[in-house]
């Protein structure tokens, strides 16, 4: 039971793990007063979305530690890399060697423009507000439409 008190049967038409409504008709057909199973499932909405605030807020936390700890790591990378002076290192916790790499390094005025189009790569994607703003003022878009639609809000 959650914190509101979710009726079993409710949960019982809920697959636990997906979240999807497993049995749609079993869940209409509840023998409970229609405002109790309504103020039931809204309630156990809440407590869902506060779950997944919460569970938002620690992967925020442990994605800090996570680059924190990259950080780190990184730091001491480039100070063995000032000690070691490209020297190998060994002993019986670690190896420390060298291998070759080459990489593409821009200057920081470098103008990519000068790049040809098969050296470039383009993301195109739509700005949908300023489509949108478009849309309302009577103009039109061929493919593309104003849908308006009903979002329901739990409190």
């Known amino acids: 039971m959650t914190i509101y008190e979710i009726e079993a049967e409710i949960m019982d038409c809920i697959d636990q793990e997906t979240g999807e409504v497993i049995d749609i008709d079993r869940l209409n057909a ?3 007063e229609r405002d109790k199973k309504i103020s039931n499932v809204a309630c156990w909405i809440k ?3 506060a779950e997944a605030e919460a569970i938002k807020a620690e992967k925020q936390a442990l994605e800090k530690r996570q680059k924190a700890a990259e950080n ?3 730091s001491l990378k480039e100070w063995l890399q000032g000690i070691l002076q490209g020297e190998k290192f060994k002993d019986s916790r670690c190896s420390i060697s060298y291998r070759r790499s080459e990489r593409v390094n821009f ?3 470098f103008n990519f423009d000068t790049l040809p189009d098969y050296m470039k790569k383009v993301t195109v994607e739509p700005k949908k507000t300023e489509i949108k703003d478009y ?3 009577g ?3 061929e493919g593309v439409e104003l849908v308006e639609s009903s979002n329901i809000q739990i409190r």
């Open 135 to 137: 849309l309302k003022t």
């Open 47 to 49: 407590d869902l979305k």
């Open 30 to 32: 509840l023998e409970m």
């Open 139 to 141: 103009a039109t878009i």
């Open 107 to 109: 200057a920081d005025n």
């Open 72 to 74: 780190k790591a990184e």
